[in-house]
């Protein structure tokens, strides 16, 4: 899946763990329940009793777990790496964005953090890192290799707007025609994309982000926190709660 819910997200304690913990705990209580009967003439309930116990306790501990216990942050130099960035670089608040060019979730984020940045300016750090998913998005690596290849001329972010906007048009033929609309010099970028020179930049950036464990786009990272798609309001709800 390349959608990601618009909620903080826990990427060492997902949901489906309290799920798993749950049909765990529903199947030893029913086996339980099972035992309960031929023992309950020969003190077999004492026995019952405390495996029941266990059980829950179990239970009781992962769902503590995941609900207070707070994902780790990482190190923000670390999540940044090399990534092409925005605005302040020592501000409060630093994003870092992995995402895919082709993937419809990131096309809806785009606008929104798009205008969280013309809000906040300074305030707030953006990075971008990629994380093209190839095997569903047919056409993601080479965009982002694009990307590169514009930022080798000085206007990746004027590639990065191209690229989200045309979603729909990224065969390579379409990126020769970004690249010439934004003034690029055709020729040096025509070359760089036949000869995947960038593509060792867009595979550092996925092989980090899959060591942290990114398996879904767009991911976020806020001041270290993992998060997923939000609303705009969500985002400024998060950004404020870091400006306070």
Known sequence: MHWTTPIKTFYHHPPYAVYIAFAIQSSFMSKLRDMK?????????????A???????AFLS????????PAPKIDLAQLEGSGHFTGSADAKVRIVEFSDFQCPACGYAHPIVEKVLAEYGDKMKFTY?????????????????ASECAAEQGKFWEMYDKLFLN?????????????AELGLDT???NSCIASGKT???????QS?????GVNSTPTFYINGEKFGNMSYEQWKAVIDARLA
């Open 37 to 49: 009967a031929p023992q309950a003439k020969d003190g077999g309930g004492l026995l019952y009793m």
């Open 51 to 57: 495996l029941a116990g266990l059980v829950i306790l």
């Open 62 to 69: 992962i769902l503590y777990f995941y609900v207070f216990v």
């Open 129 to 145: 890192r990629h994380f093209p998913l190839a095997n569903i998005h047919t056409f993601a690596q080479k965009a982002a290799e």
């Open 167 to 179: 979603q729909e048009n990224l065969k390579q033929d379409d990126l020769k025609t970004y690249a």
């Open 187 to 189: 020729a040096q970028f």
């Open 199 to 205: 593509a060792a930049r867009v595979a550092a950036d």
């Open 208 to 212: 980090f982000g899959l060591s942290i």
